[in-house]
């Protein structure tokens, strides 16, 4: 009967058992190297060209804010009117601007200006708007409503609007603190909505009730495995809102409302600059750039970063 | 039908093979540009409808295999070797253009998940649709392949092409009418023309019966030759897109098509995006019809329905079926042929019974000891033989005058838990008053389909939600009183097992301080006794220990799966919790998982309280079993008793849909 019923090409065949060795049931490969989700992320970034050239940019960029007196012997607030809008010359490679001062030692200086606030922004910001946006996820309910129209509203005011009323305001004070105040209070809302989002996946997520059931409090599980959960997107958005936060230092000092004039600032120089820019544009062209390098490589080491942490949003 | 079935077979001997694949090789490519063999020297045959099943575990290249015919293998895959004939044309090489015309029209696929694979802002009815206006498809007539053509043959003459014309929704009340009129012509009244009249209205379903049939089904309903074939000529002419569309989803089992049609995806259960997403495969009537595992995320009872479906469709329109599947039981019932795959090879092929009874390669004879439904299948057989069960069994079975005797652990006593619906105004009752106790080293089983509320019974036994009304009570106490300490205390003897080995552990956790968070919770040793303790629950669960400074995302579903039993047990607990714990995992896997836990059991003399959909896993595991339907306690007995003499139909759907549950197995 079988022989009847059995079609060509479908007789019973058994493979030689040497041609495919049994192994143990769902066998440990011990071989395989050990990864976790962060070495996972640095073996991508390790790789990636556009992650090592923008590292290397931001090293050079943060020796040069951390010693100026490395690069240059001057002092950037020595001008003598005498050099006014000056060539370049031995010693002065960028020239002279208008006040007469050294272009390049201003170039120099004002990177530590510009660092220091896109830096102290961005963690003031990161953390405004993981706990926000972290409690709003987690608890939900009514503090959620609370804090996410507390979000809405902030989202609603132009930031830099904002930022120049509240930046008048408070005209006399002239430390860098001030600006990055400002800055904090109205940028934070991105990163609110991004954790909330972030924490409310995480949350739902089964090892939290595994750990419940375990005897983990809810606070426990939201410090231990909540927020490391959630901290991927939250980085992301905080490397790539860097670069805008040292751009809206530059716009607002050139705007006259950031850094008082005595502070070397690239926004304030090219503030400065513009009064000359149809008799010796390089004046302009010098922090400009010095501005553009620093703002792309933190945009390309935002988007490496986001590569490595968010496979999934990956262009190919 | 014997007849039928010869006759079949020597056309299919004739036409020769539908699918011929040979020496078939599949390489991926890796990151770092090293190539990985997937499939080697893979060779089967397809014989026009005919059913052929390739069984094998997750990473077998059984999948890989099947993509490959159908030119959809994912990201850097390719064939690097050997050749797949379709009718006698070469598919290696071909181009993603030639594919676009063969697949729809020449081969179908019914894809693994419901859930992801139906477009979500689209209405159903339009991606249906979109299969039959991408393949050019006549929507007004049946296309039949030769095979069903011939058989179908027989027993009536089938003329020319206009026969196959639909009935469209439009002309169906004028054709019943003519019926009516007919019928009582020649002389049936009174009850058996009401009975005739209501089973056509059942049958003649616009878009999909078809002119001959209707002339056929008049014909054996009383009304002469000629009669009966006017009337089908005069009233059917050919259905609309809409009808057509109806009539595919009514094919594939949904009910109310036509209303159906205009829904969207959210609005259906997984069985029945299953049921669209087979209608959209056969839509364009394909030879070959790819199923990749198509109802493993389904319950069984939708599974059993669903595949019964498929395979009379199948078999009425004379389509060849590749069946993928990991269930040896499963692929036995449904195929004619087995073709078992191991590594990226073919271990074992042939008639798929002779395989089951006799498998020659180890692999094979793994696989049929492993799968739960035909473990169950042979303990039967063995009652039967009046042979003792007991070698037979990895779970030792407490007995029922011991677990009579021995001391209980657990009480559920009349839980109830509403819950709220949105926008709805009255309270859903996931649970309705159900009572059970679980008795000292013994296991309970908790079976039902999804949405029967047998997880919420799990969760509100570890206090993880509160009941509505009834209580839990933990060695006589109630645990809804439970706070601070005593909480912290009853968590320490009450540990779960969840269902998703890729969810319940945190992947930002390397393994030891996975397993290590219990003792941290509690407190328990110092940092030098926590890393032995570890040692000690690795070694239990018969993992190395080399895999503590590992992380989740490396290890497989079933080494997660003990990693999270290992953590269950970090704190010497009398209780577990398995929700589901061996529904996402390959038999051979969910066997080997089975069998840790039996051995735990007898060696801590644990308590289990397993919530599973699968009767056959119970009967592994099990000494007692509560069914549960909707909510409700249906039955409860030993397990035993349960599966020799189950009282509730419902209990007889579940033990029915248990595959494999018919085949006749050797027993050696």
Redesign the interface.
């Known amino acids: 009967m ?1 022989d ?12 030689p ?1 040497d ?2 060795p ?2 143990d ?2 066998k ?1 490969d ?1 071989t ?1 190297p ?4 962060w070495a996972d992320a640095w073996r991508t970034l390790r790789r990636n060209p556009m992650f090592i050239i923008s590292g290397l940019l931001i090293i050079f960029i943060i020796i040069v804010a951390l010693f100026p007196s490395l690069f240059t012997k001057q002092n950037p607030n020595y001008c003598t009117l005498e050099n006014s809008l000056g060539p370049a010359s031995a010693g002065h490679p960028m020239g002279f601007d208008f006040q007469g001062c050294d272009v390049y030692t201003r170039v120099v200086y004002g990177t530590r200006t510009s660092l220091s606030v896109g830096l102290c922004a961005t963690i003031l910001v990161v953390l405004i708007g993981t706990i926000i946006g972290g409690f709003a996820g987690f608890f939900g309910g009514w503090l959620d409503s609370l804090l996410s129209r507390l979000t809405d509203i902030f989202l609603a005011l132009p930031i830099l609007l904002g930022a120049i009323v509240v930046l008048q305001m408070f005209k006399t004070n002239s430390s860098i603190w001030k600006i990055v105040f400002v800055m904090a209070l109205f940028g934070w809302t991105s990163t609110a909505r991004i954790a909330r989002g972030a924490v409310m996946e995480a949350k739902n ?3 939290n ?8 409090s809810p606070m ?1 599980n939201l410090f231990r ?1 909540i927020l ?2 959630s901290l991927a997107p939250i980085i992301v958005v905080g490397t790539t809102s860097l670069a805008t936060y040292i751009v809206l230092e530059a716009t607002l000092s050139f705007l006259g409302v950031g850094l008082p004039s005595t502070t070397v600032s690239w926004g304030g120089d090219i503030s400065q600059a513009q009064t000359s820019l149809m008799t010796n544009p390089m004046v302009l062209f010098y922090p400009s750039a010095a501005l553009a390098i620093t703002v792309l490589s933190f945009i390309m080491m935002g988007d490496a970063v986001k590569d490595a942490l968010d496979p999934k949003s990956r262009s190919l | 039908m014997e007849n039928n079935e ?1 006759k079949l ?1 020597t056309m ?2 004739e036409q020769g ?1 539908l699918l ?1 694949v040979k020496d078939l090789a599949i390489d991926f490519t890796t990151d770092d540009k090293r190539a990985v063999h997937a499939v080697r020297d893979v060779s ?2 397809v ?1 026009p409808g ?1 059913w052929v099943a390739i069984v094998g575990e997750s990473g077998s290249g059984k999948s890989t295999s099947a993509m490959s015919v159908l030119g959809l293998l994912p990201g850097t895959g390719h064939v690097v070797g050997g050749s797949i004939k379709l009718d006698g044309q070469e598919l290696v090489g071909l181009k993603q253009k030639d594919f676009d015309k063969l697949r729809g029209t020449k081969m179908g696929l019914v894809p693994q998940d419901p859930m992801s694979n139906l477009n979500p802002v689209w209405r159903i009815g339009t991606q249906v649709k979109e299969a039959l206006v991408a393949n050019n498809m006549d929507v007004a007539h049946e296309k039949r392949s030769k095979l069903a053509k011939a058989l179908a043959g027989d027993e009536v003459a089938v003329k020319g092409n206009d026969d196959e014309t639909f009935i469209s929704s439009t002309e169906l009340p004028a054709l019943l009418d003519a019926t009516k009129a007919a019928i009582a012509e020649v002389g049936i009244t009174g009850e058996a023309a009401e009975r005739s009249l209501a089973y056509f209205k059942e049958e003649w379903v616009p878009g999909s019966e078809t002119r001959w049939r209707v002339a056929d089904d008049l014909i054996k309903a009383g009304v002469k030759d000629d009669t009966a074939w006017d009337i089908a000529k005069k009233h059917v002419t050919g259905s609309t897109m809409d009808d057509r569309i109806a009539g595919l989803l009514s094919e594939a089992g949904l009910p109310d098509a036509a209303t159906r049609a205009r829904q969207f995806p959210h609005e259906f259960s997984g069985g029945m995006r299953q049921r669209a997403l087979i209608a959209i495969g056969l839509a364009c009537r394909p030879d070959l019809l790819i199923a990749d595992e198509p109802t493993s995320a389904l319950d069984v009872t939708v599974q059993k329905k669903i595949l019964d479906h498929l395979h009379m469709l199948t078999d009425s329109l004379g389509t060849a079926v590749l069946f993928i599947t990991h269930d040896l039981g499963l692929a036995a019932e449904r195929a ?2 087995i073709v078992v795959m ?2 990226g ?7 798929s019974l ?2 089951l009874q006799h498998p ?4 094979t004879k ?1 696989l049929v000891a492993a799968a739960p439904s035909l473990a169950s299948q042979r303990i039967i057989s063995a009652k039967e033989h009046g042979e003792s069960t007991d070698a037979l069994l990895e779970h030792h079975v407490v007995g029922e005058q011991k677990l009579e005797a021995s001391e209980t652990i657990i009480t559920v006593d009349h839980l109830t838990k509403e819950f709220k619906l949105p926008r709805k105004k009255e309270m859903f009752k996931a649970v309705d008053d159900i009572s059970f106790s679980v008795k000292r080293g013994s296991t309970l089983a908790i079976v039902g389909e999804s949405g029967s509320g047998k997880s919420t019974v799990a969760n509100m036994v ?1 206090k ?1 939600l509160e009941p509505t009304s009834g209580t839990v009570t933990y060695e006589g106490k109630d645990i809804s009183g439970f706070k601070g300490k005593e ?2 205390d009853f ?2 003897h009450v ?2 097992v ?3 080995p890729y ?6 956790y ?1 393994i030891y301080r996975s397993i290590e ?2 003792l941290r ?2 407190g328990i040793g110092d940092k030098k006794s926590r890393v032995k303790r570890v040692r000690e629950l690795l070694d239990m669960v018969e ?2 220990e ?2 503590m ?3 989740p ?4 579903g ?2 997660r799966q003990r990693i ?1 039993i290992a ?1 269950a047990m970090a ?1 010497d607990p009398d209780v577990i919790v398995c929700d589901e714990a061996v529904s996402a995992l390959d038999v ?2 969910q ?2 998982v089975l069998r840790l836990l039996n051995d735990l059991q007898v060696e801590k003399g644990l308590s289990y309280l397993f919530i599973t959909h699968d009767l056959a896993v119970v009967r592994q595991i099990a000494d007692e079993v509560v069914v549960m339907q909707k909510g409700k306690l249906v039955e409860h007995a030993t397990t035993d008793e349960v599966f020799d003499h189950p009282r509730k139909q419902y209990t007889r759907d579940l033990l029915d849909a248990i595959p494999g549950g018919k085949l006749q197995l050797g027993l050696d």
């Open positions: 079988t009847m019923t059995t079609l060509p090409g479908q007789e019973r065949y058994i493979a058992l041609e495919t049994l192994q049931v769902d440990l011990e395989a050990a990864s976790s989700m997520l089964e090892f009730t595994a750990s419940t059931a375990l005897g983990s426990r495995h490391p959960n | 010869s077979v299919q001997k093979p011929e089967f045959s014989y005919q004619q042929h191991y590594k090879q073919v271990v074992e092929s042939g008639p002779e395989v020659q390669h180890p692999y793994r570890l993880l909480l912290l968590r320490r540990q779960p969840f269902q998703n969810g319940s552990l945190d992947p930002m390397s968070e219990p919770i509690h993992l190395p080399s895999v400074t590992r992380y995302n490396e290890l497989s079933g080494q999270a953590r704190l051979l896997v066997d080997q």
